[in-house]
């Protein structure tokens, strides 16, 4: 039995796979089985924020897995205490985290925090969340129910929680806004939903309007968090403080992570709250080691070299796109229709390169935020050739 059949045979097909078997990686080179090497423009949706094989994480991994990797959280875990520190002090916010070992489980976390503020602080209880179309925000039965996108919540796993509802833009979300409603959550940059960011002073506007009627604004920089946009957190480059920031893909460099910040510190006590695997020494030392080699790194030239790139793609081959769109090293060019995006896609793969997709028709570009200039230079010679050939 070959490997794709054994993943046929044996594994849940809830993925449309590529069958590429890789085996090693070095920055953002993958080699599959062959020794053929592949240039990683996804970083394992952006996760792979150090590259792969990064002689930092490694080692402090090696070192920590040699000692501890987990114990419960019934005692306290050094590196994780210092995460936390290094979360408040790198993003400049003064918030407490609880770590969980996703982006859906982050979401969850802030989610239950905003429902026990709108239990506690007011005298008619509120729990409404509004969220907005073409959001993402994770496959639990609660944060389906809070992406805003149809197709999400069908009738195969209903009945899903209320609590939610969501609106078309961010100017909709005022109207929508009633005396049950504790909080809205919104990714700055929609990753799944197109890339589009949107506007700062839109979101300066909102944020300073919830913080007038004490709504929570939570932040999901799930994707956006950990330098993906160019700053720590986008919520960073937006210059607003929200009440809750849930991060996750990039903060472990592959290993699972996901954290529930907020100023809010005193909402989840003893008992409210709990993950068993959460925090423990392998994904915090992670998250350490990402941090301390993604702090020390300049990546505004690479990433005005990358945005360059793509603006050189958009000229060159406006048969086929029709805008460049995003932030940082969150990136997409928008093709002309889905039948194009998917041969697009195809013809990445066979001239080893790897895409994402956003939403539709969007190209999609997470490259991991230690990428080089040679790196990038070959990726965009090999799209250029495949782009040939669509
Ligand atoms: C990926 C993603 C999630 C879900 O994260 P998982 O780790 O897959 O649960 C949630 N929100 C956003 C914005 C994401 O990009």
Redesign the pocket.
């Known amino acids: 039995m070959n490997l794709e059949e054994m993943d046929k045979k044996f594994v849940m097909q809830t993925y449309a796979r590529d069958y590429t078997n890789f085996r090693r990686g070095e920055g953002s080179r993958l080699f599959d089985e062959d020794e053929n090497d592949y240039i990683d423009f996804a970083s394992g949706?952006g996760v792979n924020s150090v590259g792969h094989n990064n002689p930092t994480l490694v080692n402090k991994l090696t070192t920590q897995i040699s000692n501890i990797i987990h114990i419960s959280n019934l005692q306290v875990i050094e590196p994780q205490a210092k995460l936390a520190q290094e979360l408040a002090r790198i993003s400049g916010y003064d918030m407490v985290s609880f770590f969980a070992n996703?982006?859906?489980?982050a979401?969850e976390g802030a989610i239950k925090l905003a429902r026990k503020y709108g239990q506690i602080k007011f005298d008619n209880k509120r729990y409404k969340v509004i969220t907005l179309e073409h959001s993402?925000?994770?496959?639990t039965i609660t944060?389906v129910r809070a992406t805003g996108q149809e197709s999400f919540h069908n009738d195969n796993f209903s009945p899903y929680p209320d609590g939610f509802n969501y609106v078309s833009d961010i100017d909709s979300i005022y109207s929508s806004i009633d005396d049950e409603t504790v909080a809205v959550m919104i990714?700055l940059v929609q990753?799944?939903g197109g890339v589009e960011p949107f506007d700062k002073a839109q979101i300066q506007k909102l944020a300073s309007f919830l913080k007038e009627n004490d709504i929570l604004l939570i932040v999901?920089e799930?994707?956006t968090g950990v330098y993906r946009t160019g700053e720590f957190l986008a919520s960073n480059l937006y210059e607003i403080e929200p009440d809750i920031v849930t991060l996750?893909?990039g903060l472990g460099g592959g290993v699972p992570i996901?954290v529930v910040m907020s100023k809010h510190k005193d909402i989840l006590v003893a008992g409210d709250h709990g993950s068993t695997f959460g925090g423990n020494y392998l994904s915090t030392t992670a998250g350490l080691a990402v941090l301390e080699v993604l702090e020390k790194l300049d990546i505004k030239e690479t990433i005005e070299y990358f945005e360059q790139k793509l603006e050189e793609v958009l000229k060159n081959h406006s048969d086929k796109f029709n805008k460049s769109v995003g932030l940082g090293f969150m990136r997409g060019l928008r093709a002309n229709n889905s039948g194009l995006l998917a041969n697009i896609m195809k013809e990445s793969i066979s001239n080893r390169l790897i895409l994402l997709k956003a939403g539709r028709n969007t190209l999609r570009f997470l490259p991991s935020i230690t990428i080089t200039k040679d790196e990038i230079d070959e990726g965009f010679r090999r799209l250029d050739r495949a782009l040939k050939n669509v």
């Open positions: 949706i996703s982006g859906a489980e979401n993402f925000h994770g496959r944060t990714e990753g799944e999901d799930v994707q996750a893909k996901g």
